[in-house]
């Protein structure tokens, strides 16, 4: 094995020492979640910070709650208590989904919501599920605090806007003033718990059998997981029973085509074929999940 | 490693108490082999995909590769040398019921991720268990025997 960088590992009881400790290293420093992705790009070698800030003895970081229209999740919540959370079914049942398809059992019991979208990888099963509902990352830093759209924070393949100081605290995800969400979720993979080649997760609001609000979102084989909001805009007033999967695939390479990473995922003809089947598909089930 | 400051903490390992001092950088997995003697979790992959690593923190499976020990104070830690006294358990004796072994470095790493999905689901269907073995890899492939030992039957003479 090759050597691990050597660091020193801090793990600080509150929010605020922790990002006292960040402000006192600057981009020498990095926080430790769950661990599941950083943990193997230590050993790996492919990240070496001189200063290690763990949030695991850090309090108040754990809670997963509903209130205020908003669903907390703080940085401390693992991915398996989101897959496990009941009550999380009612408005949250893609995200519950996508959770309950990361990685393995092993993982998604330390791997945590907020460590997720910090990586930014774009075959995230999470990131993929929340940027189909309206997510604001909660960065601390010490004296102020700020609130970024999910849609803005992630900027590129595991890049952030985070920057050197600050911390993600939370994700608070909206909860819908409307009822009557369907969802689909599907992703393409070689073997399972391989990373994703792509992914489609769907939501869809139906009213008197039309279809009145739509997120579909492409993760996966793209530079960063995005919404297709040309597909979202055909798929609104759309008759179900007519069948919402007959969508124009040229909505769906529209919204991808210049972010498509054939050389990270699959050749590009492949990819040109197999999205607009993998979102049509995904719009089906959520279509159908209507219907019946 | 030498100009990094050492940690001291507690953890409880298969029901005893140890005191582990470590470098922030090593893992669970090196304090287990390296610092404790314990070989029966494996080196695989290192990067959370396989699973000859796996353990049980409080209860649920972890690839110990992927955890720094360091960060582990206070937890309860089991590995496969935990799971059975001079007698095997139930899981070890499904393994051998079914054939379930063939070039055995897989081998702990499943006995404990089996264990951990027994502590929830006592017989588990097929479904459920390989749903659940997505986190450990039998590079020999042998997974249908794998399978089979997990969804065995509980044996009341042997279950814990």
Known sequence: MPAVHPFTLERPRSAEAVVQLLAEHGDEARVLAGGQSLTPLLTLGFSSPEVLVSLDQCSGLDTLEQANGQLHIGAMVTTARLEHAAELRVHFALLVEAASQVGSPHVRNFGTVVGNVCHADPRSDVIVALLCHDTVIQLKATGVDRRIALEDFIDGPNSTKIEPGEMAVAVDVAVEANAGWTFGYRKVVKRAGDPAMAICAVRLRCENNYINDARVVVGGAVSLARRLTALESSLTGVHFAAGAETTLAADVLAGVESHLMPERTAPIEYLHTMLPRLVAATVGDAAGKVAS | ?160
């Open chain 2, 1 to 160: 490693m030498t100009d990094v400051a050492l940690h001291s903490l507690e953890m409880t390992v298969n029901g005893e108490q140890q005191n582990v001092i470590c470098s922030p950088g090593e893992t669970l997995l090196d304090v287990l082999r390296d610092r404790l003697g314990l070989t029966g979790a494996k080196f695989g992959c290192g990067i959370g995909y396989c699973g000859a690593c796996t353990v049980l923190i409080d209860g649920e499976v972890a690839h110990a590769c992927c955890l720094l020990a360091a960060t582990l104070s206070a937890r309860n830690i089991t590995t496969v040398e935990g799971l059975a006294g001079d007698e095997l358990n139930e899981v070890q004796e499904s393994f051998l019921d079914c054939g379930a072994v063939q070039c055995g470095y897989c081998t702990p790493g499943f006995v404990v991720s089996i264990r951990g999905l027994r502590n929830s689901v006592p017989e588990p269907t097929e479904v459920q268990a390989r749903a659940f073995l997505n986190g450990n890899i039998c590079r020999c492939t042998g997974f249908a025997a794998i399978v089979r030992a997990a969804c065995a039957p509980i044996n009341p003479e042997l279950a814990e």
